[in-house]
Structures are given as C-alpha cells and as structure tokens.
C-alpha cells in the first residue's frame, strides 16, 4: 500500500534554529514529490516539486532535498512568519495521476 | 487575477440537508480535484475531472456527487447520505506542461454541521 509518513507532526523552534522536516514515503511509480505550505484556515500554497534523487530545490530560508526513500525540507534560521502546517504529497505514476498526502508537521517559530 | 476561488468560506448545513460547494478557475487547466481536510490527518481525494463531462471517484467518494459541464467549473454536492460532513473542504486544479505537473489549490470551503 502507498504511504507517506511525516515526521515530527509538531515542532518548535526558536527564531534562528535552523532544522529539517521529512518526509518518507513507500509508493510505486514514483513521478514527483511536493512540498506546499499551509497556513490556518487556508488551502495550501504550493513550495517545490522534486521529481529525482539527488534534486534540490531552495526558496528563502527553505530547501528541499529527495532521495528515493524520503525527502527533507530544511529549515534555515527560520522566523515567526515561517509558522505554517508543511505538508508534503507524492505524485504516482499512471493514468489517474492523484496526490497522496502525508499528515503534515506544524511548525512553530518563536520569537 | 489568475486563480482559484471557492465560495462560501463557511457553510452550514443542516442534518439530511444537501449542500453545493462552488469551485471555479481561470487558469485553463483541464484538470480539476475535490479534496477533504480533517483535523491531523493528509487530504483525502473525494473526486476528480481529468476533462469536460468527465469525472472518476477519489478514496472517499460515497456521499458526494460532482458536475464538470465547464471547464472552469466545478461544484462539489455533499449529500445527506455523507455520516459525517463536517471538515475542510478544498479544490484544486493541476498545471501540466514541459517539465511541470502541479496542482495548486483554493481557499477552501468549512463545512460544519449543526
């Protein structure tokens, strides 16, 4: 069965303590990983696509990483801004082409 | 602006009532989704339309029903024969092209039942 597991499901930090997300996923077919950014009480905003091990992807304070068993999201010297729920899909192959989510982490950045 | 938008924000619905979500893009992408959201747990696939006049059940289609008459268009019917309604509800359309396969998402809509 296809499965993304997201870990930790919370975590907190100070501002300026970098850290890492990850997501790791037993699927089949794999056609791409992504990361989106969702903040309370709205739908998610779309961070990267990976679609090889081995590709990285960087926007501000963010990079993703993916190997063929999980993908991290690394956290620069984050802000309070960066506090959001970070959730992270897979794209199978095959005609249907559906996200499977993970259950996301909720990142907290005090200040 | 190019986008997604869903409307209502909140809903609220009556037991054995029916309610119509409303999901609209203008972003020409043939590929529209209707996703669910419960409290700590990933979206769920409720349905989806790869094209006009064309649309297959998700994981958890039982007490749904959806329409694509319009490309830009594309309404969700939560039933009363959905146990339990009461979540976050969010559509989405997919960009594909040369090098890109993405969806990208609305606002969402909550549902709560009374």
């Known amino acids: 069965e296809d499965q993304v597991t997201q870990s930790p499901e919370a975590l907190r930090l100070q501002e300026g303590e970098s850290s890492s997300l990850n997501c790791s996923y037993t699927?089949?077919?794999?056609?791409?990983l992504f990361w989106y950014r969702q903040d309370p009480g709205k739908g998610p905003e779309f961070l990267f696509t990976?679609?090889?091990a081995g590709e990285e992807k960087e926007k501000e304070r963010l990079k993703a990483t993916l190997t063929k068993k999980e993908s991290f999201l690394h956290i620069t010297a984050p802000k309070p801004e960066d506090s959001a729920t970070y959730l992270c899909?897979?794209?199978?192959?095959?005609?249907?082409?559906?996200?499977?989510f993970g259950s996301g982490t909720q990142l907290t950045v005090l200040p | 602006d190019g986008g997604i938008t869903q409307s209502p924000k909140y809903l609220f619905r009556k037991e054995g009532q029916n309610v119509t979500l409303s999901c609209e893009q203008n972003?020409?992408?043939?590929?529209m989704y209707w996703y669910r959201q419960d409290p700590g747990q990933g979206l769920r696939l409720i349905y989806y339309?790869?094209?006009?006049?064309?649309?297959q059940k998700g994981d958890i289609a039982e007490g749904y029903s959806v329409s694509r008459e319009k490309k830009e268009s594309f309404p969700l019917t939560v039933t009363s024969a959905q146990k339990n309604p009461t979540a976050f509800y969010l559509c989405?359309?997919?960009?594909?092209?040369?090098?890109?396969?993405?969806?990208?998402f609305g606002p969402g809509t909550r549902l709560t039942v009374l």
């Open positions: 989405a359309s997919r960009e594909q092209g040369a090098g890109t396969d993405t969806q990208y």
């Open positions: 699927v089949s077919g794999l056609r791409g």
């Open positions: 990976l679609y090889s």
């Open positions: 899909a897979v794209l199978l192959s095959g005609s249907a082409r559906q996200l499977t």
């Open positions: 972003l020409n992408h043939d590929a």
């Open positions: 339309s790869q094209i006009v006049n064309d649309f």
